[in-house]
């Protein structure tokens, strides 16, 4: 209802209806483009609202990054496109960009990331110079996109023999990167696991049954409560216990729980994967786990992220489940799901996870023997 | 003219002139157009050459004096790009840009910029492998934004969606197969929401739906899966039968007349006759792999591997193959001015005789990666590579 009211007053105002015939403002238009919705609620003001705000051209460049704060991704989308159509329009006016005023948003690492990759993008268009200069500055940035490009920068100003700075490896976030530092610093595969924030050891059960997929909804003991010490009717009625598995390198990843090898191969099959990590405050991470099949992620008892999926392929970080860890104590569990698929290429019954922040750098924790719990 | 505009009303079918929608005209991937070129290179043969912003594997299309096409760029592939060049000249006239809201995961031969986009007289309709859908009118206004993975966010498709939207009775059909929320989905051109939405087998799919009228009157979207060919009402999203004569994998099917050419085992041609179609001939030896068979001049053309295999549409009886690249084939085979077109992974297409004796007609090599479907229009060959946007023809 709230969301009527609003796109009612917006459309009024943008249609020129309002009282006393107001002229909308850019305030308004934003406004109406934040409003968009589920499913294209809010499409027919918000695209009214998109032109206005086009049309307003160089003085609504600013507000409109400034709006991708609070924006949620539907809306973030249309103000990224206006922003494209605006600074086009200039261009082809032959106006100039407001450079200064871009660069103190970028600078301002308080406002969206993503808004702040756009203004570096305008600006480097408008003035390279400025852009160049300030790039080298933001290797620890909140944008993943604008570190990256900081690092590389980095990397390609080092003359020949210079050493490669311990920094970027810590600034480092995009695995290709991380391997390339971190082979020039010769760093060993632990210390590239440590720097992702990869769990190395965990407690494993299973497998419980997953004929048909059905497993995947349903909730086996585990999520109810983890106790180790239990014995759980598994698949076929087969008694499974927890045990201890550690996470190794295959296949050029990281930290991989092979749990063919960990439980022996089963089909049809669903195993739990359990770590109980430190934090000194309460933290906002993502969980980002890889697995070639389906997932689910729970932390201290809530699910967090689910992914019914199977041999699709297998990449670091393909699914991220957001939460907040409480101080102290926090329980990871993990769900993989196995089907029957019986193709060479669709054995594989893995996973591997990590707690980071938003950028993808490790948040400092401390893994304790899930006993601990 | 009636008629005509009916159908196109209908089935979203445009003029030969244009080739706005994945394989053109009615999906068929047959150009009217005369005077096609035969012979060029990297250097050579075009009236325009435009480098593009970022790679894509998704067909350019045309309507009216512009060309549409998307693009995807960044480490993660999470830059969605929807660019408008002029046929002409090949200036780009307008570029936007969205960040994905969808998984980014795919198989490295493709990419977020995989589903062709679809044009008409208001502007274009760009889908991405994200489940980022927008549509612009011919001068890069965002008419409408739809983040349909942020609407239906279990849709997951690891591999990389690559099924096209297409037009049909008013409406904006986008098929959205895959292992979580799966759909084929009607939406309103003009606001982009749903007009309806209807469940489909939870499996991925690539395969792009087909439109056919069978009465002149109503639409029906045939859109083959992995639990058959379905036909559905375009007025509601009715799902009014399900054969299982033949399935939907990758490559799409084409329809003539009354006959539909299945790329299922090979092809299987269904004919209609009252409700479900019935099988009349099928040809193992023509599968198709990424590629669309082609329908054209009374024979069907299947590249696969490298080799273009060839038999009689009416019969299926086998009339020629031949190799035509150490490369495979992504890009669909076009038919048009009496030639088949047929384009290597690598970049080299080679020009058949459309006939029943085999008879290569040319080789060109442009040297870059050719994954998406080229469109014909106005007496060219416009082909997207992964570094530019060639106009290949005479100027």
Not at chain 2, 69 to 93: E, I, M, N, P, Y
Request: hydrophobic share 40%.
């Amino acid at each position: 209802m709230k969301r009527l009211i609003l796109a009612v007053a917006v459309l009024a105002a943008v249609a020129g209806r309002g009282s006393g015939q107001q002229i909308p403002t850019t305030a308004d238009y934003l406004k109406g483009i934040k409003a968009v919705g589920r499913e294209g609620q809010g499409n027919d003001v918000a695209a009214s609202c998109w032109k206005g705000l086009v049309a307003t051209g160089e003085a609504a460049l600013l507000p409109t990054l400034e709006a991708f704060a609070g924006a949620n991704p539907t809306a973030a989308n249309w103000l990224r496109s206006a922003v494209d159509a605006i600074t086009e329009g200039e261009e082809k006016a032959g106006k100039k960009l407001p450079t200064e005023a871009l660069r103190t948003f970028l600078t301002t690492t308080t406002h969206d990331p993503a808004a702040r990759r756009i203004a570096y993008e305008v600006l480097a268009k408008a003035d390279p110079t400025a852009a160049e200069k300030i790039i080298l500055s933001l290797r620890d940035d909140p944008s993943v996109e604008l570190r990256r490009d900081a690092i590389a920068k980095a990397i390609a100003t080092l003359k020949d023999g210079d050493k490669v700075p311990e920094s970027l490896f810590t600034a480092a976030r995009d695995k290709d990167q991380v391997e390339e530092i971190g082979k020039r610093l010769n760093k060993s595969e632990a210390d590239i696991t440590n720097h992702f924030g990869f769990i190395p050891k965990w407690h494993v059960v299973g497998p419980f049954d997953n004929t048909k997929g059905e497993g995947f909804a349903k909730a086996y003991p585990p999520e109810q409560g983890v106790d180790l010490k239990a014995t759980y009717d598994g698949k076929g009625g087969a008694k499974v216990t927890w045990k201890a598995a550690t996470a190794k390198a295959k296949d050029k990843e990281y930290a991989l729980v092979d749990l063919n090898a960990e439980l022996t191969k089963h089909k049809d099959a669903v195993a739990y994967g359990f770590a109980v990590i430190e934090v000194a405050k309460e933290t906002p991470v993502e969980l980002r786990a890889g697995s070639i099949t389906s997932i689910k992620m729970f932390v201290n008892g809530k699910e967090v992220f689910d992914r019914d999926e199977y041999h699709h392929g297998m990449k670091m970080d393909q699914h991220v489940g957001k939460a907040t860890l409480k101080t102290g104590k926090n329980e990871l569990l993990v769900k993989i799901c196995q089907n029957n698929m019986t193709e060479p290429w669709a054995q594989s019954w893995a996973f591997q996870f990590r707690v980071c922040d938003a950028t993808g750098g490790a948040i400092p924790f401390k893994l304790l023997s899930p006993e601990a719990k | 003219m009636r008629k005509f505009l009916l159908l196109f009303l209908l089935t979203g079918t445009a003029s030969a002139a244009e080739w706005s929608q994945f394989r053109g005209p009615g999906g068929a991937c047959v150009s009217d157009e005369k005077n096609l070129p035969e012979k060029w290179s990297k250097t050579e043969g075009h009236r325009w050459k435009t480098d593009l912003p970022a790679r894509g594997v998704s067909g350019p299309v045309v309507f009216g004096d512009k060309i549409y096409l998307t693009a995807s760029s960044g480490v993660r592939d999470d830059r969605l790009h929807v660019l408008a060049f002029d046929l002409k000249t090949g200036k780009q006239l307008w570029h936007r840009q969205f960040a994905a809201t969808g998984g980014t995961n795919c198989h490295p031969m493709t990419c977020m910029a995989a589903p062709t986009p679809v044009a008409d007289e208001t502007g274009v309709y760009a889908l991405f492998a994200t489940g980022d859908l927008a549509a612009f009118d011919a001068n890069g206004t965002l008419r409408w934004y739809r983040s349909l993975v942020g609407d239906y966010p279990s849709i997951t498709n690891q591999v990389g969606m690559a099924s096209s939207p297409v037009l049909a009775d008013g409406k904006l059909i986008v098929p959205m197969d895959n292992s979580g929320d799966s759909f084929i989905a009607a939406l309103d051109p003009k606001t982009g929401t749903n007009v309806w939405k209807t469940p489909r087998f939870k499996e991925s799919n690539w395969v792009t739906p087909v439109v056919r009228s069978p009465d002149g009157r109503t639409a029906e979207i045939l859109f083959p899966g992995r639990d058959g060919l379905s036909a559905y009402d375009a007025a509601t999203g009715k799902r009014l039968w399900n054969s299982k004569l033949v399935n939907g994998d990758i490559p799409t099917p084409t329809i003539r007349e009354d006959i539909v050419y299945a790329p299922s085992g090979g092809v299987t041609t269904l004919k209609f006759e009252g409700g479900e179609p019935k099988k009349v001939w099928a040809s193992a030896k023509m599968g198709s792999g990424m590629t669309s068979p082609l329908v054209y001049d009374g024979m069907v053309y299947a590249a696969k591997d490298g080799v273009m295999n060839t038999v009689d549409a009416k019969t299926g009886e086998s009339l020629w193959s031949e190799r035509f690249s150490k490369d495979k084939a992504s890009a669909s085979p076009i038919g048009a001015d009496g030639k088949v077109y047929v384009f290597s992974n690598g970049g080299k297409t080679t020009v058949f005789k459309a006939s029943r004796e085999m008879e290569i007609v040319s080789e060109n090599d442009l040297g870059e990666e050719i994954l998406g479907t080229p469109a014909v229009a106005a007496g060219a060959i416009i082909i997207r590579t992964n570094k530019a946007l060639y106009c290949v023809g005479a100027k």
